[in-house]
């Protein structure tokens, strides 16, 4: 596929897909918005796609909604209606992230407000450039600090004292909080920002296809689990399912024969 916002780039089982609106600092247009959103539904059927790098060219991950275009409907009949269909446009590209199977690495330097800080937040690992900064950004613009998922996520990652400070205010998070909170997982120069994501998806690719998608199930699934039985009952499922493929048996006899083995998602 062409994107007219996105830049998609191939590295073997890995997708590197850019936010590629440099000239506006990578605002989230209505247009962008799509774009992600119409790229990660695509995934849900596309085997060949093992893990996906997000990043952003320019000197910004994302600057937030993009104020200049229809993202706010103009005042007048139907503007509620018109404008919950636009927040579900954004809405939208959030669930679908969380929804593909396949690890989302993000990779985010520079300033990742609002709508960037959502798409960060979205991904399945984050590392950080020591320069970037995050910020949920639509409280400062008279709206709720809680948007694109961020009232949900930001809690499950850093604890609910540490993201109401920042959705309450909009204050920024430098890198280096970032790490301590568990926000980001590694600072890591802006120039071997993409290297360093490459090595962790070379990491995740050493692990079967199926196990490595419903690893990533797993997890999303078990963060919201009502007990520990719940998610023993989820894990129980998804070992029996595992067990039974010829990956694993080629697995168990790679590890034997000490060699790599060689997976064919079956």
Not at 120 to 145: E, F, H, K, Q, W
Not at 166 to 189: D, H, K, Q, T
Request: hydrophobic share 45%; aromatic share 6%; net charge negative.
């Amino acid at each position: 596929m062409t994107y007219a916002t996105l830049k998609l780039e191939r590295e073997g089982a890995v997708e590197i897909l850019s936010l590629n609106r440099p000239e506006a600092l990578n605002a989230l247009s209505p247009e962008m918005a799509r774009e992600i959103a119409a790229y990660f539904e695509a995934l849900r059927t596309r085997l060949d796609v093992r893990v996906v790098i997000l990043r952003a060219e320019g000197r910004h991950f994302c600057a937030g909604a993009d104020l200049g275009t229809n993202a706010f409907v103009e005042p007048g009949p139907g503007r509620a209606q018109s404008q919950m269909a636009m927040q579900k446009v954004y809405s939208g590209v959030v669930r679908a992230m969380r929804s593909c199977p396949q690890p989302i690495i993000a990779l985010v330097h520079g300033a990742a407000c609002g709508g960037g800080f959502s798409l960060a937040l979205a991904c399945d690992v984050r590392y950080a450039s020591p320069d970037a900064r995050m910020n949920a950004a639509y409280i400062r613009v008279g709206l709720g600090g809680c948007d694109m998922g961020a009232g949900y996520l930001l809690p499950r990652l850093v604890g609910l004292s540490s993201a109401s400070e920042f959705l309450l205010s909009g204050r920024f998070v430098e890198a280096e909080r970032a790490l301590r909170m568990g926000l980001v997982s590694e600072i890591v120069p802006a120039d071997q920002l993409l290297e360093a994501g490459l090595a962790l998806a070379a990491d995740m690719l050493k692990a079967a296809p199926m196990g490595l998608r419903m690893t990533k199930e797993s997890i999303s699934t078990e963060i919201d689990a009502p007990s520990l039985e719940a998610a023993l009952a989820f894990e129980d499922r998804q070992q029996v399912i595992l067990i039974d493929t010829e990956d694993h048996r080629e697995a168990v006899s790679a590890f034997r024969e000490k060699r790599s083995p060689v997976y064919r998602d079956a």
